[in-house]
């Protein structure tokens, strides 16, 4: 018994000494992660606005900035979110979001956090049609 009592310990002292394991993290510590503005990393740099996320407790704002001279922001939508995980992955649930101009698809699905460390923060999704959506922002 007592010859695998030990390699079990040590085993569980390995998988949770580590900060960046992504095992065993509490909904709580991944919302805290989460909590916070962020600024949409696109894919080129003619996009004509800044989109702004931000996640609050629960509550997501979703603001667009244009890049013109003009810095009015604008509130694009608003909508909840909910933080599941599970032994060795985190989702966000997104709800609530009505805009259509938002996406070209619908954004209230579940989503898989990829990663959330310091300033980055990665999602992913699968469509309707199955193609895999991804998400990623800088924290602001």
Not at 10 to 29: P, R, V, W
Not at 41 to 70: C, H, Q
């Amino acid at each position: 018994m007592r010859k695998l009592i030990t390699p079990l310990f040590i085993m569980l002292l390995a998988l949770t000494g580590c900060d960046n394991n992504d095992l065993l993290q509490s909904e709580d510590k991944v919302n805290s992660q989460i909590n916070g503005r962020w600024k949409k990393v696109w894919g080129s740099s003619t996009e004509p606005y800044n989109e702004k996320w931000k996640f609050d407790n629960g509550s997501l704002t979703i603001t667009r900035e244009a890049r013109s001279t003009d810095t009015t922001i604008t509130t694009v939508d608003h909508g909840q979110y909910t933080v599941i995980t599970k032994f060795s992955k985190c989702y966000i649930t997104i709800s609530g979001l009505t805009s259509e101009t938002l996406e070209y698809w619908d954004l209230n699905r579940k989503w898989t956090i990829a990663d959330v460390s310091g300033s980055v923060l990665y999602i992913s999704t699968t469509n309707v049609g199955g193609a895999i959506i991804s998400r990623e922002f800088v924290k602001d």
